[in-house]
């Protein structure tokens, strides 16, 4: 009889922290940036942090080190034209878009494998296209990861940074 309490209870903890959890919003939601340019819609699926009072640049994320460029899964970068980043081609397609930050300059990575979970299996030959950008310094803090896209260059903003790239 013993037993079947202690069982009963541990069963019924279970379920209370299994549905508080699954009551918690997730701290970084998926978003969706779309928009055109040049005659091609551009589509980018990501998941947003926050910054929370944490330093992004250099510590939560690295630098040197490909970044996801959002939290959870790979951000999904999709368009169903060819484009021009940065000069070079980018056939139209799905790409997972990782970028490598630095303290003066970031790789942004388009790469042929579309579905991956954040950059742990990231691959270096399934590249279509690596370009070399300036970050800049924002106007002001943006506490939740951002895409725009503009009528000719798309952003991510996010902390005291937009990385930018020129798309035609």
Same mark, same amino acid.
């Given at each position: 009889?013993?037993?079947?309490?202690?069982?009963?209870?541990?069963?019924? *903890? !279970? +379920?209370? %922290?299994?549905?508080?959890?699954?009551?918690?919003?997730?701290?970084?939601?998926?978003? #969706?940036?779309? @928009?055109?340019?040049?005659?091609?819609?551009?589509?980018?699926?990501?998941?947003?942090?926050?910054?929370?009072?944490?330093?992004?640049?250099?510590?939560?994320?690295?630098?040197?080190?490909?970044?996801?460029?959002?939290?959870?899964?790979?951000?999904?970068?999709?368009?169903?034209?060819?484009?021009?980043?940065?000069?070079?081609?980018?056939?139209?397609?799905?790409? *997972? !878009? +990782?970028? %490598?930050?630095?303290?003066?300059?970031?790789?942004?990575?388009?790469?042929?494998?579309? #579905?991956?979970? @954040?950059?742990?299996?990231?691959?270096?030959?399934?590249?279509?296209?690596?370009?070399?950008?300036?970050?800049?310094?924002?106007?002001?803090?943006?506490?939740?990861?951002?895409?725009?896209?503009?009528?000719?260059?798309?952003?991510?903003?996010?902390?005291?940074?937009?990385?930018?790239?020129?798309?035609?």
């Amino acid at each position: 009889m013993k037993i079947l309490k202690i069982s009963l209870l541990v069963l019924l *903890s !279970f +379920f209370a %922290i299994s549905f508080a959890n699954a009551q918690e919003k997730p701290k970084s939601t998926a978003e #969706k940036a779309t @928009g055109m340019i040049n005659g091609a819609t551009i589509q980018i699926n990501y998941g947003s942090p926050s910054v929370r009072a944490r330093k992004i640049w250099g510590e939560l994320v690295p630098f040197n080190e490909v970044w996801r460029a959002g939290a959870n899964e790979a951000t999904a970068f999709e368009t169903d034209k060819d484009l021009t980043i940065e000069g070079s081609k980018l056939p139209a397609g799905k790409y *997972s !878009f +990782f970028v %490598i930050p630095n303290e003066k300059q970031c790789i942004l990575i388009f790469n042929k494998e579309s #579905k991956q979970w @954040g950059a742990y299996k990231y691959n270096e030959k399934e590249d279509q296209l690596r370009v070399t950008v300036k970050q800049k310094a924002s106007q002001s803090s943006t506490e939740k990861l951002i895409y725009k896209i503009n009528s000719d260059n798309v952003v991510l903003s996010w902390d005291n940074w937009d990385i930018g790239f020129k798309v035609k």
